[in-house]
């Protein structure tokens, strides 16, 4: 089946570390995402890893991809207040259309 | 800014209408793809289109159906709204190429519908 999960809420401290987890269910997923959304607002692109990659780095970002275990996670360095939103995981497991999570909402307090 | 946009904003209507939503596709995209989001969810796929005709299907009745036209822009119609229908309604471009799709989709910034 198709199925991708979150954790629903982090809290962190500005200037520490988020890390948002998500388990996904279908291995022939090509490639795995990350969205931002601020309320009120779409979908923002935030990354991607390409399933035969184990780690992408992207300024403050880093994913980090078990393929083997299905899990992806998105680290945060540095956290500030406008990283303040709610994050989805998202697979592909056809090429139509992206399979999402629930979502995490990200707070950080100062 | 994605360049994806969609019109309009926001939209109140009641039980049993029927409603029209549109989206403009990326500069260079080829395929657009509606997602409805429920207050509190994520993004549940509708539908895809690509060179005018619907390329996958998520489960949704077919009362939602849409169009592409010959510039890439897209419309979603629902008929015979139901209160469970009130959601985000998102699109998303995207560039299929010599018919081979996965590329990554990017969303405009929503439709919000309330069904009274």
């Known amino acids: 089946g198709e199925d991708v999960e979150q954790s629903l809420f982090l809290s962190v401290r500005e200037g520490d570390s988020s890390v948002i987890n998500c388990t996904y269910t279908?291995?022939?997923?090509?490639?795995l995402y990350w969205y931002k959304q601020e309320p009120g607002a779409g979908l923002q692109l935030l990354t991607y890893i390409f399933s035969n990659m184990d780690m992408k780095q992207d300024q403050r970002l880093t994913v980090l991809l078990n393929k083997k275990d299905k899990h992806l996670s998105l680290r945060i360095a540095d956290t500030q207040t406008g990283d303040s939103a709610i994050y989805f995981c998202a697979e592909s497991p056809n090429t139509d259309k992206l399979i999402f999570g629930t979502g995490t909402r990200l707070q950080v307090f100062p | 800014e994605t360049g994806v946009t969609q019109s309009p904003t926001h939209l109140i209507k009641t039980r049993g209408q029927q409603v029209t939503l549109r989206c403009s596709s990326q500069?260079?995209?080829?395929?657009v793809s509606w997602y409805q989001q429920a207050l509190g969810q994520g993004p549940q796929f509708i539908f895809q289109?690509?060179?005018?005709?619907?390329?996958g299907r998520g489960n949704f009745p077919p009362r939602f159906s849409g169009l592409q036209f010959p510039n890439y822009s897209s419309e979603l119609n629902v008929n015979a709204l139901e209160l469970d229908d009130s959601a985000l309604y998102l699109c998303a471009s995207s560039l299929a190429q010599r018919g081979v799709f996965g590329e990554t989709q990017y969303f405009g910034p929503g439709t919000r519908l309330l069904v009274l």
């Open positions: 500069s260079g995209h080829n395929t």
């Open positions: 279908d291995s022939s997923s090509t490639y």
């Open positions: 289109y690509y060179r005018e005709e619907e390329n």
